[in-house]
């Protein structure tokens, strides 16, 4: 039997207890049965967690895109590949076959080839969600570039940051992108990047908004023109499947973000397969991934993992809330959306407007129901299950991080008994382990502790991009032989898994993974602030909100701090983007810290949350009196 489509609760045990009893001939038959390699590897899995190097089938050779297109075109080459949903509901949406998807893939190749790019060099992408970022970055594959996808909504400081970090030698943009009513000038933020970036040699920028943009002389050329005079053919670069396909950032809790790197072959195979389990694709239906191409789920999940498997994938350029907050629903319908995967956020933004908006829409078609970026709480569940899913659509609540690659933990719908905030079982191959704080393994069900992986899986990131040194001292330093994932977790009596949260100094707010120091930096640039410490606090709508406590130099006049405030929030979205701001700025006298001079996060943690009934023994502090005085001003 394949075991690459799995549909009963007794096929995922045995499927599972393969994967992980002989791990090497497990994957072997899943990228021998299910890929096209142009040669065929020496070595499924070399490893060494203390080095750590990590490599899937060495010495195999192939390119990506041929697998998400080439091997489509005789048997799916009309079948729509992209559907593409605009902002604007009057706009009509579009869909790109697989075989079109491959001619503007093929010509977007060439543009890049004809402006000096090839195999190795690195490409940042900074596009809203529009057909040409799912083109660039297959195009980059196709002839062995390294993509990098920066999320349209950063600012240019965090955009600077990310192209010089990975030292790229083009940018690809727009001369701006809608976002429900607004336009947002994407070229002008893109410029005053650039003045940082020396490394980069052109800018190609696609028309969207038909703004009047400044075009630099030399660097910046509009990109349809070279598309339409590029050449419908490109033979795809033969890659290894160790080379790098892509580097994607994510925030570290110190300053720096880290450009996590992911190679091809593994990639490929882990991502495909979990497509198709965790979401049941069948061959007819459409898939509908919300996230943006500019986070990892929307890598693995809009593009890469659909594409191998010959899906339909929408890609949806606006907002829940545009022009009401009916658009998902009404999208649903149109489109006749089978699955649906959304993030906790969204739900809950959505649950406050009640049901009457998604009475107005035929739901039926849908099938799976996913959640994603943050465990989901329970009164969210429930909604999405009762009112989207009618009860009828299992939820699948995955957790996985942009260094698993893919979906770790899972249920599979119409298999694995669901249960409400918990993420269920581990994927198949997928190997958790629950440790304690001196490193022992908790044994047994019942328990909590911190989420390890103890072998590694095909698409886990390789290494920090120019820095693999703190690829180990972050994720394998803590534990000997373990990949610490950085979150903690509950394993229950029949040993589900609930996600707990975030063991470190990183705020998973509306599903973005937000390091803390780095807003800390940008609010500590402020001339009146002597220093500052942000945490996260529960939030209705976004899951966590951002509670900044911050010291002033001057205590001085009250008067005048809502304009510290706004100051101080225009400087975390200049820096960082308005995703960072704080939902609430307590100004204090100090902030409590140890006598070695640590900022105590976890007491301003509970004050931040209202769980004041047990703050520990604050009397070891050195400044134990400031812990009363916050306490008192919260309230």
Excluded at 115 to 131: A, E, F, T, W
Excluded at 183 to 193: P, Q, S, Y
Excluded at 385 to 391: F, L, R
């Amino acid at each position: 039997m394949s075991n690459y489509h799995i549909k009963h609760f007794e096929e995922y045990f045995q499927v599972y207890r393969k994967s992980v009893n002989n791990p090497e001939s497990f994957w072997e038959e899943i990228a021998e049965e299910h890929f096209v390699w142009r040669k065929k590897w020496n070595n499924v899995l070399r490893w060494d967690f203390q080095k750590p190097e990590i490599k899937w089938f060495e010495g195999a050779q192939l390119n990506i895109t041929e697998n998400c297109l080439d091997r489509h075109l005789h048997t799916r080459g009309d079948k729509t590949a992209i559907l593409f949903e605009p902002n604007d509901p009057n706009e009509p949406a579009e869909h790109i076959t697989y075989k079109q998807l491959y001619d503007r893939v093929c010509k977007f190749a060439n543009v890049l080839h004809d402006k000096g790019i090839s195999k190795g060099d690195r490409v940042c992408i900074y596009l809203p969600m529009i057909p040409e970022l799912a083109v660039a970055v297959l195009a980059c594959a196709r002839i062995g570039a390294i993509h990098s996808v920066v999320f349209a909504g950063f600012s240019s400081t965090a955009l600077s940051t990310r192209i010089n970090d990975c030292d790229a030698k083009m940018v690809i943009c727009a001369d701006g992108s809608y976002r429900g009513s607004k336009t947002i000038d994407l070229k002008g933020i893109v410029d005053e990047a650039l003045k940082d970036c020396p490394g980069v040699e052109s800018v190609l920028v696609a028309k969207r908004i038909n703004s009047d943009i400044a075009m630099k002389e030399g660097r910046d050329e509009w990109l349809q023109p070279l598309l339409d005079e590029a050449y419908r053919e490109y033979s795809a670069v033969i890659m290894d499947a160790e080379d790098p396909l892509f580097i994607l950032y994510t925030s570290g809790s110190t300053g720096m973000p880290k450009g996590m790197l992911h190679t091809i072959g593994g990639y490929m195979v882990y991502t495909a397969y979990t497509f198709k389990n965790v979401f049941q694709y069948k061959e007819e239906d459409v898939y509908w991934c919300t996230a943006d191409i500019g986070w990892i789920t929307g890598h693995s999940y809009i593009v890469y993992g659909p594409l191998c498997n010959g899906a339909t994938t929408v890609m949806f350029e606006g907002v829940p809330s545009y022009p009401d907050f009916g658009r998902f629903w009404e999208i649903v319908d149109k489109h006749k959306v089978n699955q649906f995967y959304t993030a906790p956020t969204a739900i809950r933004a959505l649950a406050k407007h009640g049901t009457e908006l998604i009475e107005k829409y035929d739901l039926s078609s849908l099938k799976v129901l996913g959640s994603v970026g943050e465990p989901i709480n329970e009164e969210a569940w429930h909604w999405y299950n009762d009112n989207v899913g009618k009860k009828k659509s299992p939820i699948v609540d995955t957790w996985w991080q942009t260094e698993t690659g893919g979906i770790m933990i899972t249920p599979i719908p119409f298999s694995t008994p669901t249960k409400p905030t918990y993420a269920t079982l581990p994927f198949i191959g997928i190997q958790p382990a629950l440790m304690d704080e001196n490193g022992q393994e908790i044994k047994g069900n019942q328990v909590d502790g911190r989420l390890c992986i103890k072998f590694p899986w095909p698409s886990m990131a390789r290494t920090i991009w120019g820095n693999h040194q703190r690829y180990k001292d972050t994720y394998f330093s803590a534990f000997e032989n373990m990949y610490f994932t950085g979150d903690g977790a509950l394993r229950d009596e029949v040993g589900y898994y609930r996600i707990t949260g975030r063991v470190d100094d990183v705020i998973i707010v509306s599903g973005h993974n937000l390091g803390t120091a780095p807003i800390e930096d940008a609010i500590n640039e402020h001339n009146a602030v002597a220093e500052s410490a942000i945490v996260g606090f529960p939030h209705d709508v976004k899951g966590n909100a951002l509670y900044g406590f911050i010291t002033l130099k001057d205590v001085g006049e009250t008067r005048q701090h809502d304009n510290v405030r706004k100051e101080i929030n225009q400087l975390i979205t200049d820096r960082i983007g308005p995703i960072a701001k704080l939902d609430k700025i307590q100004f204090t006298s100090g902030l409590p810290k140890t006598r070695s001079g640590k900022i105590m996060r976890r007491i301003l943690r509970k004050i931040a949350s209202h769980e004041t009934e047990n703050l520990g023994d604050t009397s070891t502090l050195l400044n134990p009196e400031v812990v009363q005085e916050i306490m008192d001003n919260v309230k």
